[in-house]
Structures are given as C-alpha cells and as structure tokens.
C-alpha cells in the first residue's frame, strides 16, 4: 500500500495562467501516473510520470500543455499550462508500489478555470 | 484500442439486497483488472485487483469475477449498506500501469 497526498485540494484559477500541482508518496515506486476526470465523465490518462527522464504521453496530450516532472521515486509535478475552462477537472496522480500490485489514487485536485 | 464498459450506470437498491455490477472490456489480452469505489469529490479507493491468470478475488463482502475469454468482470457485492453508495470503477491494464477505465456505475444503496 501507498499514502499519496496531492495538493493543492482543490483551486479557482484565471484563463491563461499555469496551475503546477504536487503528488508526494510515503514510499518509493515504481509507476507514477496523472489522470483526468472531466465533469461526468470518468479518468483519463494522461501520462507516466518517469523518474529522472521525460514522462510518457497519452494520445491527446503534449508536453507543452502539460508539463510532468518526477524528479525521485517519491514525488511528481503536473503544471496545467495556459489555462481555459475547458481546463476544468479532477486531476489525480495514483502510483504503482510494483508490477502487478493495485494502483493506488490520491485524492485528486479539483480545479476550476474562469 | 481497449474499451471499458459498465452497465448498468446507476443503480439503486434497498439495503440489505445482493447486487451484481457489470464490466466489460474489448481486448482479452490484460494484465490485470481493478475495480475502485470513487465517493463524491474524493479519489479513488482501489476494492480488489485480479490478475489475469486468476478467475476471482475475494474481500468481505465484495467478490469480483474476471472472464478473460469473453472479456468480462462482476463485482458482487452482499448484504448491501447505505455507506456502500458510491460511484464503481472498472478499470483494465493492458500494460503495465496503463488503465483504462470504464465510465462507472453509481449506486444508492436506500435504507
């Protein structure tokens, strides 16, 4: 099992600015990822964060939009870059202690853009 | 491309009552399948994982089934209790880490 703790909770944030949110663990893994809940609707992945190296996008997201960095096995970044209230979702980062062990979840960032 | 669907996508119950929610995925080829139980504005909380090489799992009052040939899972849930209302996930691994999850079914347990 894993303790994942995101922040921030949750935030309100103007169109066109950056939101950077943080996923810490309480213990090394091997997979970290960010998702996606839009309004209704259930997760998509966006990307393996990857300790030490460029994280992994899922078909639909880039780089540029959002930034991932994972720089030990115990923590990751997500920056929503450039904000517009299409924006607007859950975003949770959930880890993989090991290979074929349960994926466990945060409790996700609810973000909202005006 | 993996495709997850649950059925039914809301369901509503009175307690006490045995109940069987439904997932089905289109490629047989997974690692494993896991379903969460999701409460309103919270994340994910992880009920029980089935590897591919195995046809059940059990805990307490939950028991999940996995049919990879005909590319479905049930989660069984007994005696069911109002703290059980929440929204269901299934979600397929067909690569290490890589989930793709179903659109949930939320249930409402009624006392």
């Known amino acids: 099992s894993a303790v994942i703790s995101q922040k921030p909770s949750r935030d309100i944030c103007q169109r066109g600015t950056s939101l950077t949110i943080q996923c810490q663990v309480d213990?090394?893994?091997?997979?970290m990822f960010w998702y996606r809940q839009q309004p209704g609707q259930s997760l998509t992945l966006i990307a393996t964060?990857?300790?030490?190296?460029?994280?992994?996008?899922e078909s639909g997201f880039v780089i540029d939009k959002f930034p991932i960095s994972r720089p030990n096995l115990t923590f990751s970044t997500l920056t929503v870059s450039n904000m517009s209230p299409e924006d607007s979702s859950i975003y949770l980062c959930?880890?993989?202690?090991?290979?074929?062990?349960?994926?466990?979840f945060g409790d996700g960032t609810r973000l909202s853009i005006l | 491309k993996q495709e997850v669907t649950q059925i039914p996508a809301a369901l509503s119950v009175p307690e006490g009552e045995n109940l069987v929610l439904n997932c089905s995925f289109t490629?047989?080829?997974?690692?494993?399948l896991q379903w969460f139980r999701q409460d309103p504005g919270k994340g994910l909380t992880s009920l029980l994982l089935i590897q591919s090489s195995q046809r059940e799992q059990t805990s307490g009052r939950l028991n999940a089934s996995l049919d990879k040939s005909s590319g479905r899972s049930t989660l069984y849930i007994a005696a069911s209790q109002p703290g059980d209302s929440a929204t269901y996930l299934c979600?397929?691994?067909?690569?290490?880490?890589?989930?793709?999850f179903g659109d949930g079914t939320t249930l409402t347990v009624k006392p």
């Open positions: 964060a990857n300790q030490g190296s460029e994280a992994t996008y």
């Open positions: 213990s090394q893994v091997t997979m």
């Open positions: 959930s880890v993989e202690v090991a290979e074929g062990q349960p994926q466990h």
């Open positions: 979600a397929v691994d067909c690569k290490a880490g890589k989930s793709t």
């Open positions: 490629d047989s080829a997974i690692y494993n």
